[in-house]
Each structure stands twice: as C-alpha cells, then as structure tokens.
C-alpha cells in the first residue's frame, strides 16, 4: 500500500507535500518525542507555528 500513496503524491498535477518533524517535550517526564505529519508545501509555516 505504501508505493500507491507514494506514486499518488508525486504526480505532476497533485500538490507538494513536505513532511515536518518537532520534537516535543513530555510534561509528565521530561523526555523528547519526536511528532511527524506530512503537510501541503502552503501550510508548512503555520504547521510550525504551532
């Protein structure tokens, strides 16, 4: 199922896509976790200003 979702996202019509990657801090322990989401190239600056 992975390649379909890969060929589908690099079409020549479709939107780009990038994937962002922030670590995140645990309030219970203090560890880092890190949380990936794959975003349209447009909305990558708001996705981080999260």
Same mark, same amino acid.
């Given at each position: 199922? #992975? +390649?379909? @979702? @890969? %060929? /589908?996202? $690099?079409? =020549?019509?479709? +939107? &780009?896509? %990038? +994937? @962002?990657?922030? #670590? @995140? $801090? &645990? *309030? $219970? /322990?203090? %560890?880092? /976790?890190? +949380? =990936? =989401?794959?975003? *349209?190239?447009? %909305?990558?600056? &708001? /996705?981080?200003? $999260?």
């Amino acid at each position: 199922m #992975a +390649k379909k @979702v @890969v %060929a /589908t996202l $690099k079409k =020549e019509g479709g +939107k &780009s896509f %990038a +994937k @962002v990657i922030r #670590a @995140v $801090k &645990s *309030p $219970k /322990t203090g %560890a880092y /976790t890190f +949380k =990936e =989401e794959m975003v *349209p190239m447009d %909305a990558v600056q &708001s /996705t981080l200003g $999260k």
